[in-house]
């Protein structure tokens, strides 16, 4: 567990496997978690990988920093903790909101990105009805308010049916987060559009996204990774919006075929 002041905030960061030999690889988490939902998925990959998390500003055990946030706030705290920690290369895997940020990352700093993996995500997610909805419903009833039916983005019907122990922890850790951080990451992803940055990617990009997800379903996170020269499309069955929680086993392989690929 570390903490670093990053652009004036103060970020919660962890290397969950460190070896100065392997190469790095950044996991970047999604709107309302925080960086535990990668930790199912590290056995697989610690070996060959030094993996880095960290929690965005405005979750987990991250400062709030000064709302409302842009994805490129976002992507410049992210570049200033790679400073901080000394990375100049990485490879980088960012799950909705994350893939955003990984997104304006390459674009503000490409030298950085060795690979992209882009989760569950797009180049837009969501309208600006949707995220305006959204925005006056939590700050008018908190996170509670929208937390079931988070859920079932999240998360499939088998899921909801056989893990409900883990169910009502992945909704605790949703209803846990700071309204003011939740909205703030909102209103960047209402904002965001890297429809036209997404054909201007030039390193191996995998794209991958549960059969499921109810948020950035198969067909929008395709039409993502159609705009990205040669990027590799994958389905992750049997998984909503979060992959690495529900179905941590084929991400790894996934992301372990990926990123040792020469
Ligand atoms: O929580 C959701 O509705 C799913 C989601 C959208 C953007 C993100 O990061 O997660």
């Not at 100049?88 to 690979?115: D, N, T, W």
């Amino acid at each position: 567990m570390a903490f670093a002041a990053i652009n004036g905030t103060v970020l919660h960061y962890e290397y969950l496997t460190e070896s100065k030999s392997n190469p790095v690889l950044v996991l970047v988490n999604s709107l309302g978690t925080d960086f535990r939902i990668w930790l199912p998925l590290i056995d697989e990959l610690a070996e060959d990988w030094s993996i880095l998390v960290y929690d965005k500003r405005g979750h987990g055990l991250s400062d709030l920093g000064t709302v409302p946030y842009s994805i490129e706030d976002h992507a410049r705290d992210l570049i200033g903790l790679l400073k901080h920690v000394g990375v100049k290369k990485a490879a980088f895997c960012g799950l909705s909101v994350g893939g955003l940020i990984v997104q304006s990352l390459y674009k503000l700093k490409p030298e950085l990105v060795e690979k992209l993996i882009l989760c569950d995500t797009a180049a837009k997610v969501g309208t600006q009805e949707s995220w305006n909805t959204r925005i006056a419903t939590v700050q008018e009833k908190g996170l509670e308010a929208i937390a079931d039916g988070v859920m079932k983005v999240w998360f499939t019907p088998d899921f909801h049916a056989k893990r409900k122990a883990d169910l009502s922890g992945y909704r605790t850790m949703l209803v846990r987060q700071s309204v003011e951080g939740y909205v703030a990451t909102c209103i960047a992803l209402r904002e965001a559009d890297y429809t036209e940055d997404a054909p201007k990617i030039e390193v191996p990009t995998l794209v991958v996204v549960g059969d499921q997800d109810g948020s950035t379903p198969p067909d929008l996170v395709k039409a993502t990774a159609d705009l990205i020269p040669d990027a590799e499309f994958e389905i992750i069955k049997g998984s909503g919006h979060i992959p690495c929680v529900e179905q941590p086993g084929q991400l790894a392989e996934l992301l372990a075929d990926f990123i040792n690929e020469e």
